[in-house]
């Protein structure tokens, strides 16, 4: 069956198509009496939303969000939290020839053999557009975990990353990327322009920070914090890898340079200080009050105007190219939906803890 849902005590149900008159979230397990109205959900939405500047896609949707149900008098009451997004800038004419022939690199095949059926508009479900319900999701997931503060920015676009010695956080919002080296975002400016002119595109990597989650939250073995934070990033459209902490990189270091050699903490702080956070703030499974550090890679986006090599759905050979109006670069949008996905995820780990060992 189709799996929509994620979260255990904290869980979001994601709905609607790319093309389809409207999209959203349904937020249920939030606990009653927080404040909420769309105003605090909107700026989260309109980081991710469409049409911004030339390095994303074109198309033109306002993202504005109502909430439907579980608010009363600005109050969340402990009922499910319904959020609409509608779609107001569909132009499903241009996918007449992806119904025709399946798009490489794109879900177009694999739902074709798993449904023997597929909304080839946008891609329906497959569609990154569906990232917009989680981001909205997200924001209500923030107001249960205040103590936490999330960064998330680009390191990478078109295998150039930035120089760690430049690293600015103020510089992040001050380009299109999400970029905090702002030499390395005059340079992706070229690199995403050229692939936007010629009908191509390029990968990226995200990098995810949450500051302030306390140790303690996460499960020793099936509900591990690093775990469902990879599942949830996983989960993302065109996401292909998720690393926790050093990641890949801790495979090539001795024990004695991955270990995170503990000092004892200030008078008065019931934690050590932490020499290293090669770990990336959990360690078996469970945080350690170190930042919680991810990051995420995504492909480029599938949908291109290059022609490709592809077969349609009779097993015939051809040609396909995809008009319409795509990212070059899909992984600058997603950069708000890392950082919902974190907070998703947080949120639900703070309430799995709290169900299991009470306040802390």
């Known amino acids: 069956m189709s799996w929509n849902t994620f979260g255990r005590v904290f869980r979001m149900t994601t709905w609607g198509e790319s093309h389809g008159p409207a999209l959203g979230a349904v937020v249920d397990g939030c606990p009653p009496g927080l404040s909420l109205s769309e105003a605090d959900i909107q700026p989260w939405l309109d980081a991710r939303r469409p049409g911004q500047n030339k390095f994303t896609t074109q198309r033109q949707e306002p993202d504005a969000v109502r909430v439907l149900s579980g608010v009363f008098e600005g109050k969340t009451t402990g009922t499910p939290i319904s959020l609409m997004i509608e779609n107001v800038d569909q132009r499903s004419k241009d996918y007449s020839e992806v119904a025709k022939a399946y798009r490489p690199g794109h879900a177009d095949y694999a739902y074709d053999a798993k449904y023997g059926f597929r909304d080839y508009r ?26 936490v503060r999330i960064e998330a920015y680009v390191v990478e676009i078109g295998g150039d990353g930035i120089d760690r010695a430049n690293f600015d956080p103020s510089e992040v919002g001050n380009n299109p990327f999400w970029c905090p080296d702002a030499e390395a975002a005059q340079r992706w400016a070229a690199m995403v322009d050229e692939a936007r002119l010629a009908g191509s595109s390029l990968g990226a990597v995200v990098e995810c920070v949450a500051h302030g989650v306390p140790a303690g939250w996460g499960a020793p073995i099936y509900a591990k914090l690093d775990a469902d934070l990879a599942g949830g990033m996983m989960g993302i459209n065109a996401v292909k890898a998720v690393e926790i902490g050093d990641g890949f990189a801790a495979a090539r270091l001795t024990g004695e340079q991955n270990a995170d050699a503990m000092r004892p903490g200030r008078p008065g702080n019931d934690g050590p200080r932490f020499e290293a956070n090669h770990a990336g703030g959990i ?6 009050g170190q930042p919680v550090v991810c990051r995420v890679a995504f492909k480029p986006t599938s949908s291109i105007l290059t022609p490709v090599e592809t077969i349609d759905r009779e097993g015939n050979a051809t040609e396909i190219r995809t008009k319409g109006r795509h990212d070059p670069c899909v992984g600058i ?15 639900d780990h703070k309430l799995l803890d709290r169900a299991q060992v009470g306040p802390r």
């Open 122 to 147: 946008g891609g329906g479900r497959s569609s990154a557009r569906e990232t917009a319900a989680r981001v909205a999701a997200g924001a209500v997931a923030r107001l249960v975990i205040p103590e």
């Open 333 to 347: 949008r997603g950069t708000p939906v890392v950082a919902a996905m974190m907070a998703l995820v947080l949120a």
């Open 283 to 288: 360690a078996g499974g469970i945080s350690t």
